[in-house]
């Protein structure tokens, strides 16, 4: 089966090791929940939720920290984002692994590949140009 997300597709280098790699563990969650059966997607699922909701919390401090101006769109996405995994989740956590997979798939991928071309690219330009770059 092809994997759902190519983890080391350059489009996604950010140039900011601990995003670079945040992503990476994202990628390579997306692509184990595709290939699980539904007993270990069940199990799999809150993990996903739970490194995305890590992940944001990261680049929102770094947004913070380095003065972003567009901090309140980007993290306005992030939580978006997050309500819909939450509610995805608590209907996985019932049973319904097939509304999760369609997330999953039809869903998540297109998502990461825009979101991380445009905000986390835009984002990591900006922690660039402050010195960010080895954060
Ligand atoms: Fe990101
Ligand atoms: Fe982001």
Same mark, same amino acid.
């Given at each position: ?17 601990? +995003?670079?790699?945040?992503? %990476?563990?994202?990628?390579? +969650? ?13 199990? +799999? ?20 920290? !380095? ?12 939580? %978006?984002? +997050? ?5 995805? #989740? ?9 509304? #999760? %997979? ?13 979101? @991380? ?6 984002? @990591? !330009? ?10």
């Amino acid at each position: 089966m092809p994997k759902l997300i190519k983890a080391f597709d350059r489009r996604y280098r950010l140039g900011i090791e601990k +995003l670079d790699e945040e992503h %990476r563990k994202f990628v390579e +969650l997306v692509n184990r929940l595709e290939s699980s059966e539904n007993a270990v997607f069940i199990e +799999l699922f809150p993990q996903l939720v739970n490194h995305i909701q890590q992940h944001f919390l990261t680049e929102n401090a770094l947004m913070a920290e !380095s003065g972003y101006s567009a901090i309140h769109e980007h993290i306005d996405e992030h939580q %978006r984002v +997050l309500d819909e995994l939450n509610r995805i #989740g608590e209907k996985v956590s019932l049973g319904s692994v097939s509304m #999760g %997979r369609t997330y999953v798939t039809d869903h998540l991928p297109n998502w990461f590949e825009h979101h @991380a071309e445009t905000m986390d690219s835009a984002l @990591a !330009s900006h922690l660039k140009s402050r010195g960010f770059a080895l954060a």
